[in-house]
């Protein structure tokens, strides 16, 4: 919403700077964009041409002399309405404009001390001019007074705010809106418009019938004007529609607007002569069309407010006027819609059609009391700028009259939200301020609210206007006093989080929304994906059951820029459906690839041994230990086949772990997923002591040929089950492959927490071990 | 005797000092103190000598052994150390090459900035809580206050699922399950850190996907003043402790009055510069008092509790405290963007 000074100081006395209004305003709750002058050209004067000849050295530059009154300046131009005797607006050397700062200059030997400018030079938004205005100079009226600021001559010496206006003041839509809330601010009286005009008598009342079939319309004031004359607006219109960003047309339409910016009520004017005696409002039915007055036919439904005569639609309320009932240049009498119509209706619409000027106002609501001042004021002003008479009569459907809200307030209330110590007075004051009635009882305020003020319904609401006129910088901050307990959080995720940046992973947080096609990578068997209705692109469609493919676009990210070492990990959600209910679990995904540990003469790429490392620790940190397996598949379609496998616990399958296929990467790049939620259903037993053996224990080794094939997990779990309760640990202490086969080194220690074992019943173990072992893989010992 | 023995020490200490290694010392020590050493000799002689000159011999012997055997043992110390010496320099390193090293891993930026939230809160007494990001239109908007087609849906424009369900667009929405979840109706303290999703296009300061936290506070007697005192310790905390905040009105459906919070510009302090485009303020978040429609529609009597909550986004706190300036790198996730954050932040 833009903020003419000009515009707003009709209705109150404004001293302040822009800038100064701007921050006091946003210090009241209303944000704003920008506050500039509207022209913000300066060093401009008005000349007149007194000479004016061709360049000799040039086919469309011309040589004038023009008087600024001080002075007569050779300036060279190159419009080509430029001729003898123009009234122009002239740049001196040294003026500021959009374009740059002008010099004194020499072009093709003809020295040029200044520059003769267009409306569209001055920084003026070309939207807003007419053609000649774009393509030559400014040409201004014949008593233009020479030596004088043309800024301030057309009246273009406004300043403007830009604000961003919350979306719950819709008062605000308006200058006398805006008038009100810097008179609050400033403290000063508002003087809103009394419309005064003349009337004929005619025979409006009974020539036109009014007939409302809808609920969604509470409001419709229907007045005539007849024989106007259409033509240029006078400047000052024209300039405030231009400020407001609003591009003249005529007078008549341009008085539509007019009134709109500064009540806050959208008009709509029809050619009365091409509307017949009837007007409605009733909803759309779906067969029915409009051609909108862009010239664009318009495919209604049962949601649109609509305005008709006898046979057809002849509007869309709020948002468009229809193309065959629009005025132009040759419309001589005019009806006048001033209407409230439902918000919600207004928005769908809107959002369908077009959101203008006008449809936002409706969007947010309007006051009963602007939309009568609102019909007054246009009757004026369409008497005063476009000789119109003005009917006597005016058609009106009214749900219900305007009532003024009462809300009564405490002053403990007030004191006990802001956490204020603030008295009768200073609140009083506030209301005062505000333009609100209140008549107080002790500490008891009854507030009148007016209707203007569509934002204020409860008791929370007057709590916020005077925290607002008041201010509340001096609340002190207080520390908040409340039953001492401890916070609760969990810090599983975090416990997790810690640890893997702690084993060199990076983490990282991608996007949740995936490209649909990717939704089966490395989750082949998919669940029933939940997908967003309307996606803004392909790629962000559908929510991700897996984190892999999100970690890949990571590593491609790094990769493209020849970052190689990357091993990082997320945290992440995944989401299915679940017949009609929406899932959403917890997942851990790893990816790693290139250098682990690096430094001279060492570097350690990554493999399948060292990601499993890094989950057997994160799983044994988790308390875990000696409870997971891992176990070979071969159906993950993007893994390695013979490199991948399932991490089961307690049976249950939480996981995978795998290389990524050489198919998709030729680089060994190894990913892992856990579903978290999973995981922390099984539970984990609390940390405790288990004293260690004081006796020595003894250390033996064994190696074996196998077959390929051979797991050594089987072969430990073999050796586990033929030894006693001696056997304390079990490592794998070497692989060794050849054609074949290949060579697996045991170290195994025993050791009894009550004695020192004896060489000879260790050895029994040993050889029992070795026996089994040999039979049940047909493996061959290895001599050590 | 004393003569001779005298005589023999000097020889031995000769001998003593020219030897270089343990081997050398040996040969020494068996030339000097051997079986068939001078000195053996004399100590065989002692017992054919009479109880006098046996005492006196006996004296002079002891002080002979005792003067050799600490002119030997010093000198065994000394080469012993010297060839520590020697072996102890074979081993110099040069320790300024680079060390060998597990690559070092990080958290995430945001992941900071919500540990050190979540910490704070904890230790005033707030529970960290979670809610789904699959959240129903009713707890994401209608109980906060913002039925179907009021403009303050215009604000968030949202990733909806169906008509009813949608991607939540803010973390207000485990307010109002943390409400209705309290059957006891009881008093409430809790922050709520997670994604959150708005259908912007992603840039330098939008993101389709971000991180909030919303903080609520619902118990007797809260206020304003309760509200401006745990911003305070978050700005501060976060920010520095010089750090100050303002107040500034404005709408959120979900409570009222509403205020946009300010922090004092960390960077000038609030003189003002290209940071806080010279007003010395900057922007951090969204705070009221909780709308008494959202506690009457959560099960909270209004005219009984009142409450305070209050919205974050992580992502602008991360770029404020860490001076990053363009969003998307948060979703990028460049192993160099990343590696900045691979320590631990001074308090």
């Known amino acids: ?784 | 005797m004393k003569e001779k023995l005298d005589s023999i020490l000097l020889n031995a200490k000769e001998e003593i000092l020219k030897s270089n290694n343990e081997v050398e010392m040996n040969v020494v020590k068996s030339k000097f103190m051997g079986k068939s050493s001078e000195f053996t000799e004399i100590m065989k002689g002692i017992g054919s000598l009479s109880p006098e000159e046996k005492k006196s011999v006996g004296v002079l012997t002891n002080d002979f052994r005792n003067s050799f055997n600490s002119m030997f043992d010093e000198r065994l110390k000394n080469i012993k150390q010297e060839v520590l010496n020697k072996k102890l320099e074979s081993e110099k390193i040069d320790i300024s090459l680079p060390s060998k090293s597990v690559k070092v891993g990080s958290l995430h930026p945001l992941t900071h900035i919500r540990y050190i939230l979540e910490d704070l809160f904890v230790s005033m007494g707030y529970d960290v809580v979670t809610g789904p990001q699959v959240e129903t239109d009713m707890n994401c908007f209608e109980r906060l206050n913002i039925p179907k087609d009021h403009p303050a849906r215009d604000m968030q424009d949202t990733f909806y699922i169906t008509s009813e369900m949608l991607l939540r667009s803010q973390t207000s929405s485990v307010q109002v399950r943390a409400m209705l979840n309290n059957k006891e109706k009881t008093p409430i303290r809790m922050v709520c850190p997670g994604k959150v999703y708005r259908r912007d296009n992603d840039d330098a300061t939008h993101s389709h996907q971000f991180m909030q936290m919303e903080g609520l506070v619902v118990d007797k007697n809260i206020s304003l003043a309760d509200l401006k005192g745990t911003l305070l310790e978050m700005a501060r905390c976060l920010l520095g402790k010089n750090t100050n905040i303002r107040f500034r009105p404005s709408y959120f459906g979900f409570t009222e009055p509403s205020y946009e919070v300010d922090v004092s510009c960390f960077k000038c302090g609030g003189k003002g510069c290209a940071l806080c485009k010279n007003i010395g303020w900057i922007e951090i978040l969204g705070s009221g008092m909780v709308h008494p429609n959202v506690l009457r529609m959560c099960g909270y009597d209004p005219d009984v509790y009142t409450g305070f909550a209050f919205g974050v986004g992580l992502e602008r706190l991360a770029m404020f405290k860490y001076g990053i300036t363009d969003l998307r790198g948060f979703y990028t996730n460049d192993m160099r963007f990343l590696n900045n954050f691979n320590r631990k932040d001074v308090e």
Do not use: W
Request: aromatic share 8%; with cysteine; glycine share 4%.
């Open chain 1, 1 to 784: 919403m833009i903020f003419s000074k000009k515009f707003v100081s009709d209705y109150v006395e404004l001293n302040e700077d822009i800038k100064e209004i701007a921050e006091d305003m946003t210090r009241v709750g209303n944000e704003y964009d920008d506050a500039r002058k509207l022209v913000s050209a300066l060093n401009l004067i008005i000349g007149e041409v007194i000479e004016c000849e061709m360049h000799p050295k040039s086919d469309h530059l011309h040589v004038c002399k023009i008087n600024v009154g001080s002075e007569v300046l050779d300036i060279v131009c190159g419009a080509p309405n430029m001729r003898k005797g123009l009234k122009v607006i002239v740049a001196l050397p040294g003026a500021v404009l959009p374009g740059g700062i002008i010099k004194k200059s020499v072009i093709r030997d003809a020295v040029s001390n200044g520059m003769c400018c267009s409306l569209a030079e001055l920084g003026l938004d070309k939207k807003f001019l007419s053609s000649e205005d774009i393509d030559g100079i400014h040409e201004l009226p014949m008593d233009a007074p020479v030596g004088e600021d043309p800024i301030k001559y057309l009246e273009l010496d406004d300043e403007i705010i830009d604000f961003e206006l919350t979306s719950n003041r819709s008062d605000l839509l308006s200058m006398i809106g805006l008038a009100y809330e810097v008179a609050a601010i400033y403290d000063r009286d508002v003087k809103e418009p009394i419309p005064s005009y003349s009337t004929v008598k005619d025979n409006f009342d009974s020539e036109v019938v009014l007939n409302v079939d809808t609920q969604n319309c509470s409001l419709f004031l229907l007045g005539r004007a007849l024989n106007v004359t259409i033509k240029e607006s006078p400047a000052f219109i024209k300039n405030r529609l231009i400020a407001c960003g609003i591009r003249p047309i005529n007078n008549v339409v341009d008085i539509s607007n007019y009134v709109m910016l500064e009540t806050g009520q959208p008009l709509h004017f029809y050619d009365a002569d091409k509307v017949n005696s009837n007007i409605g409002v009733r909803m759309a039915s779906t067969q029915e069309k409009l051609k909108t007055l862009d010239g664009v036919d318009r495919e209604l439904t049962s949601k649109d407010i609509v305005i008709c005569n006898k046979e057809k639609v002849i509007g869309l309320a709020g948002v468009m006027g229809g193309f065959d009932t629009e005025i132009n240049p040759d419309t001589k009498n005019i009806l006048i819609e001033a209407a409230i119509f439902d918000s919600a209706s207004i928005r769908k619409t809107a959002k369908r059609i077009l959101r203008s000027e006008a449809s936002s106002r409706f969007e947010k609501g309007l006051d009963q009391r602007r939309t009568y001042l609102a019909m007054e004021r246009s009757k004026e002003l369409l008497e005063k700028y476009a000789d119109a008479k003005i009917s006597e009569y005016t058609h009106e459907y009214k749900v219900k009259d305007v009532e003024d809200k009462l809300i009564d307030i405490t002053l403990d209330k007030i004191n006990s939200i802001l956490g204020m110590n603030i008295n009768v007075n200073d609140v009083t004051e506030v209301f005062r301020k505000l333009d609100f009635k209140c008549e107080v009882d002790g500490d008891s305020f009854r507030v009148t609210v007016p209707s203007r003020r569509l934002d204020v319904n409860i008791r929370e609401d007057l709590i916020t206007e005077v925290g607002r006129i008041y201010g509340v910088d001096n609340i002190e901050a207080r520390n908040l006093v409340a039953m001492l307990k401890p916070g609760k959080i969990d810090r599983y995720v975090r416990n997790i989080k810690e640890r893997l940046a702690t084993l060199g992973l990076n983490e990282v947080i991608t996007y949740s929304l995936i490209n649909n096609k990717d939704k089966e990578k490395f989750n082949n068997n998919c669940r029933e994906e939940i997908s967003v209705l309307e996606p803004m692109t392909e790629e962000r469609s559908t929510l991700r059951q897996s984190l892999v493919s999100s970690l890949m676009e990571v590593y491609d990210y790094n990769k493209a820029r020849s970052i190689k070492d990357v091993s990082i990990f997320e945290v992440g959600e995944i989401f299915y459906k679940n017949e009609e209910e929406y899932v959403e679990e917890e997942s851990l995904a790893i990816l790693m690839s290139g250098k682990y540990v690096s430094g001279i003469n060492t570097n350690i790429e990554v493999d399948f041994y060292y990601i499993k490392g890094i989950l057997e620790n994160l799983l044994d940190y988790l308390g875990y230990s000696k409870r997971y397996d891992f176990v070979k598949c071969d159906d993950i379609k993007e893994a390695h086949p013979y490199q991948s496998a399932k991490v089961i616990i307690n049976g249950k399958c939480v996981g995978f772990i795998g290389k990524v296929h050489p198919s998709i990467y030729k680089d060994n790049v190894y990913v892992l997923e856990i579903n978290l939620t999973e995981l922390r259903n099984i539970n984990v037993g609390k940390m405790k002591f288990k004293d260690f053996s004081k006796f020595p224990s003894i250390k033996k080794d064994m190696s074996f040929i196998f077959d390929l094939d051979v797991q050594a997990s089987d072969v430990i779990s073999e050796i586990r089950k033929s030894s006693n309760k001696n056997l304390a640990n079990i490592e794998v202490y070497d692989e060794y492959k050849m054609e074949n086969e290949k060579s697996l080194t045991f170290t195994l220690t025993f050791s009894d927490d009550t004695r020192t074992l004896l060489e000879e019943e260790v050895m029994e173990v040993f050889n029992k071990v070795i026996y089994r072992v040999t039979n049940k893989f047909n493996a061959k010992l290895k001599n050590m």
